[in-house]
């Protein structure tokens, strides 16, 4: 069975054609339309033209970027607005008359590289995606955890924890908070987004860098900034693995390409968690960029 896997996005919507074992047949890539019915109308026309590939009606997998609420049949908290508060599931199933699943774009994520990915063979798997913005999903027994708020994953607006002594963060909180779009203040997404990690190298240094230019640098300055990064992140991430004990946590994102958080990572996890023995793995997602298309597509197993 083929079946096809969508990730809309802020700025494209790529989607992929997959085959019975998981091999990608063929992609597309469009930029996302400004508005709701052109989007809606790019879906469509890009599923017919994966459909008629293998000329059949394949079931498709989407991946949003917010949450579909059944019982409103609305979306919700998409950071593409033109989505909230639309039928947007609805208005597909009516265009394509097939199978449709819908789940959240970093669950899809985590579920790519939990069937397949860097996260293969591992009851439970924690994703974390450090970009723009800080998500994450969970995946038990290659199902995902989405729960009844859809909520489940969304730890990055948690407020950031409180700083253990031993810590030593030199970017305290307490002293500068930071307010998150939300409507909260200190979200661990304040901090752990490449925008928090621009505001820490200012705040510690004084320079403005964009986030790519300090995670790739090699000065004192941005291995110091990484280092503090580092210590936000396993601090925030060790809430999670108290409360879920994941075998595996996977990283996305364009953070996750600082090479430095796995070498540092898992002993400062092992260190904040409650009486850890350190067995939890991080590692950077296997499929990158396109662990969300291909999450998409395995919202229908290969069995299905």
């Given at each position: 069975?083929?079946?096809?896997?969508?990730?809309?996005?802020?700025?494209?919507?790529?989607?992929?054609?997959?085959?019975?074992?998981?091999?990608?047949?063929?992609?597309?890539?469009?930029?996302?339309?400004?508005?709701?019915?052109?989007?809606?109308?790019?879906?469509?026309?890009?599923?017919?033209?994966?459909?008629?590939?293998?000329?059949?009606?394949?079931?498709?997998?989407?991946?949003?970027?917010?949450?579909?609420?059944?019982?409103?049949?609305?979306?919700?908290?998409?950071?593409?607005?033109?989505?909230?508060?639309?039928?947007?599931?609805?208005?597909?199933?009516?265009?394509?008359?097939?199978?449709?699943?819908?789940?959240?774009?970093?669950?899809?994520?985590?579920?790519?590289?939990?069937?397949?990915?860097?996260?293969?063979?591992?009851?439970?798997?924690?994703?974390?995606?450090?970009?723009?913005?800080?998500?994450?999903?969970?995946?038990?027994?290659?199902?995902?955890?989405?729960?009844?708020?859809?909520?489940?994953?969304?730890?990055?607006?948690?407020?950031?924890?409180?700083?253990?002594?031993?810590?030593?963060?030199?970017?305290?909180?307490?002293?500068?908070?930071?307010?998150?779009?939300?409507?909260?203040?200190?979200?661990?997404?304040?901090?752990?987004?490449?925008r928090g990690?621009?505001?820490?190298?200012?705040?510690?240094?004084?320079?403005?860098?964009?986030?790519?230019?300090?995670?790739?640098?090699?000065t004192d300055?941005?291995?110091?900034?990484?280092?503090?990064?580092?210590?936000?992140?396993?601090?925030?991430?060790?809430?999670?693995?108290?409360?879920?004990?994941?075998?595996?946590?996977?990283?996305?994102?364009?953070?996750?390409n600082i090479?430095?958080?796995?070498?540092?990572?898992?002993?400062?996890?092992?260190?904040?968690?409650?009486?850890?023995?350190?067995?939890?793995?991080?590692?950077?997602?296997?499929?990158?960029?396109?662990?969300?298309?291909?999450?998409?597509?395995?919202?229908?197993?290969?069995?299905?």
């Amino acid at each position: 069975m083929h079946r096809i896997g969508i990730d809309l996005g802020g700025t494209k919507i790529e989607g992929i054609l997959m085959d019975a074992n998981g091999e990608i047949v063929e992609t597309m890539r469009v930029p996302t339309p400004d508005s709701y019915f052109e989007t809606v109308k790019a879906i469509h026309e890009m599923t017919l033209q994966l459909d008629g590939i293998v000329d059949n009606v394949c079931p498709v997998g989407l991946g949003t970027p917010g949450a579909w609420v059944a019982q409103s049949g609305t979306m919700k908290n998409c950071n593409s607005t033109v989505l909230n508060g639309k039928p947007f599931l609805h208005d597909l199933q009516r265009l394509l008359n097939r199978p449709i699943r819908i789940a959240n774009d970093a669950n899809c994520m985590v579920l790519s590289e939990a069937v397949d990915g860097a996260g293969a063979g591992a009851r439970c798997v924690f994703g974390v995606i450090l970009g723009t913005g800080v998500g994450g999903g969970c995946v038990v027994n290659k199902d995902v955890l989405a729960g009844p708020n859809l909520l489940a994953g969304e730890w990055g607006h948690n407020r950031f924890p409180d700083i253990p002594a031993e810590a030593k963060l030199e970017v305290n909180p307490s002293v500068r908070p930071r307010t998150c779009y939300c409507g909260q203040t200190n979200c661990v997404e304040t901090f752990l987004s490449g925008r928090g990690l621009e505001r820490t190298h200012l705040e510690l240094h004084g320079e403005r860098m964009t986030a790519p230019e300090i995670g790739r640098g090699e000065t004192d300055h941005t291995k110091r900034t990484v280092d503090e990064y580092i210590q936000q992140l396993a601090i925030a991430l060790a809430v999670v693995v108290n409360i879920l004990d994941p075998d595996v946590v996977v990283i996305g994102g364009g953070l996750s390409n600082i090479s430095r958080i796995y070498d540092k990572l898992p002993e400062l996890l092992k260190k904040y968690a409650f009486s850890s023995e350190g067995a939890t793995k991080v590692v950077p997602a296997k499929y990158g960029d396109s662990s969300g298309r291909r999450g998409a597509a395995w919202l229908f197993p290969a069995e299905t």
